[in-house]
């Protein structure tokens, strides 16, 4: 009975200090909140990913050493963030520019436009935010097609650009090709 009166007081502090540790994750600088969007969508999410640090470091721990540093990668992630969805065809002139409108967002927020393609039915656009102390600190992928299909992505944490098409495919997430 001692042991148990003795064992509970520190599985408490574990806990308590485990949930101490957890950051607010939209105060990461590579956070960037694409919530709104979300109001457009008609119909069924298509993919919903939504992995945090404690699920990420579970992952990192089951793959394997020969997958190229994807473990590595993984670990050092604190959000993997997907949205997949379709627009209403009568909402998606007002998702282009909400889409437009985030692009401002996050020029002003300091995170790098990398890619950025548009064609008459679709757009696409990957950023990155410079880590304060060095490399990068996050991703974002947004993307809209003439068939109202719209993906938002964000990663947080420490990206290794080499690594993202990796970590694509780990995850499966969708593909910025502008078509």
């Known amino acids: 009975m001692k042991s148990i009166k003795f064992i509970v007081p520190i599985l408490l502090l574990g806990i308590q200090a485990l949930f101490a540790q957890q950051t607010d994750i939209k105060k990461e600088q590579g956070f960037f909140d694409f919530s709104q969007l ?9 993919t919903e990913v939504y992995l945090e640090e404690p699920l990420l470091k579970m992952v990192a721990g089951m793959t394997d050493d020969d997958e190229e540093g994807i473990g590595n990668m993984i670990a050092a992630l604190k959000l993997v963030r997907v949205q997949e969805f379709m627009v209403g065809e009568n909402d998606l ?16 927020q300091k995170w790098t436009r990398i890619v950025k393609t548009r064609s008459k039915n679709s ?22 097609d003439g068939k109202g299909k719209a993906s ?5 944490g420490k990206i290794d650009l080499e690594s993202v098409g990796k970590l694509s495919k780990q995850f499966n997430l969708p593909k910025v090709d502008g078509k």
């Not at 979300?38 to 298509?46: I, P, Q, W």
């Not at 889409?99 to 002003?108: H, P, T, V, W």
């Open 93 to 108: 002139e007002k998702a282009g520019k909400m889409i437009e409108s985030m692009d401002s967002d996050l020029l002003n």
């Open 38 to 46: 979300s109001a457009l969508k008609s119909g069924e999410m298509l």
């Open 123 to 144: 757009s696409a656009n990957v950023y990155v935010k410079p880590a304060s102390e060095g490399g990068f600190a996050g991703l974002v992928i947004t993307a809209l």
């Open 152 to 156: 938002f992505v964000n990663i947080v």
